[in-house]
């Protein structure tokens, strides 16, 4: 069977106003002539300003516009059929997709996944982008709105950097590189004018477990207290009870004659994605907006508990 070359597919998502749409315009003004782009987006009003702006500046991009509302709520249906007629009408090199500021971008993530199961799609990797000039680490971490774009990105991007202080974006990005799991670039630009390398890197999907780049630096200085850690594909689906139980029994009675002390990850499960951790004892769990690839770490004492032993633990069946 002869292979369609694939149609690469960007997801630009950020609150509204942060310059989703500078960003995208700014891309296509440099590529736009080389290359086949097809650009859907999705204003929250019912006129489609951002598409008419896109069509003026960009006239040899296809451009579709999905009004009236967010693809997460009304459109999600319906995406996967514009996606679908866009890439096969226009046989496109790139599809960017901006989903409006209202949008949870998980669940964009999600139709695209199913799509790439389906059609010649391949996701790359998630662009968010938030405001430098808004910085605030306690709004990002603590309101759900926010929560949702960062935690979707595979890119964060601090725009609206000529609006902010070199102090703010410096702690900015010092937030940002410390965000577990680690982000693939944390950039700060203004007007949108992303680096254009962001649009050809890839997300690396392992298929056998790999450790965690420099998980082994984590541990304090005490000898006893070993790191572990694994990264798995986005694909493999956990089972979320069992998962849970057996964490509440690592919790109580550690792997072998070893204690867990700190656990986290995150895990694509047949409820969603979780974040799950397990810190002072107890065990947490919380749907996250994560969507890159499964992952956990850990830190065991007096002894090393490694990947594979770890792996059959958290998924030891029930009885
Ligand atoms: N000062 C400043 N204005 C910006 C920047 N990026 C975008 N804008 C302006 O902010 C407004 C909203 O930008 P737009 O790209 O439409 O945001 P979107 O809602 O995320 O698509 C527009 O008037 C842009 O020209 C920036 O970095 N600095
Ligand atoms: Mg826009």
């Not at 759900?144 to 935690?151: D, G, N, R, S």
């Amino acid at each position: 069977m002869p292979m369609t070359p694939k149609t690469l597919c960007h997801i630009v998502a950020g609150p509204l106003g942060v310059g989703k749409t500078s960003a995208i315009l700014h891309y296509l003004r440099d590529h736009g002539a080389r290359q086949r782009i097809g650009v859907l987006v999705n204003d929250f009003g019912p006129v489609g300003l951002d598409s008419t702006t896109l069509a003026a500046e960009a006239p040899t991009t296809k451009v579709i516009n999905v009004p009236g509302g967010c693809i997460c709520c009304t459109m999600l249906a319906t995406l996967p059929e514009s996606i679908g007629r866009m890439v096969s009408d226009q046989a496109l090199d790139r599809l960017i997709i901006e989903p409006s500021g209202m949008a949870t971008p998980a669940k964009v993530i999600d139709v695209l996944r199913q799509m790439e199961r389906e059609t010649n799609v391949s996701l790359q990797p998630v662009i968010v982008m938030l405001s430098a000039a808004d910085f605030d680490e306690e709004t990002l971490e603590q309101m759900p709105y926010y929560q949702m774009f960062h935690e979707a990105a595979d890119i964060l991007v601090f725009n609206r950097c000529d609006q902010a202080s070199a102090s703010k974006v410096g702690r900015a990005k010092q937030w940002a590189d410390k965000l577990d799991p680690p982000k693939l670039r944390v950039v700060s630009t203004s007007h949108g004018q992303l680096p254009a390398e962001l649009f050809d890197l890839s997300v690396e999907t392992p298929h056998t477990h790999e450790p965690i780049a420099g998980a082994h630096h984590h541990h304090d200085h005490d000898p006893t207290v070993h790191p572990g850690g694994f990264v798995l594909d986005a694909g493999r689906v956990f089972d979320e009870e069992i998962l849970r139980a057996n964490l509440a029994r690592i919790r109580d009675q550690g792997i072998a004659e070893n204690r867990v002390l700190r656990l986290k990850g995150v895990f694509h499960t047949q409820v969603g994605w979780q974040s799950i951790e397990i810190a002072n004892r107890e065990v947490s769990m919380r749907s996250s907006a994560h969507r890159r690839d499964s992952r956990m770490e850990w830190l065991t004492q007096p002894g090393v508990v490694d990947q594979t032993r770890m792996l059959m633990e958290i998924e030891r069946p029930l009885n």
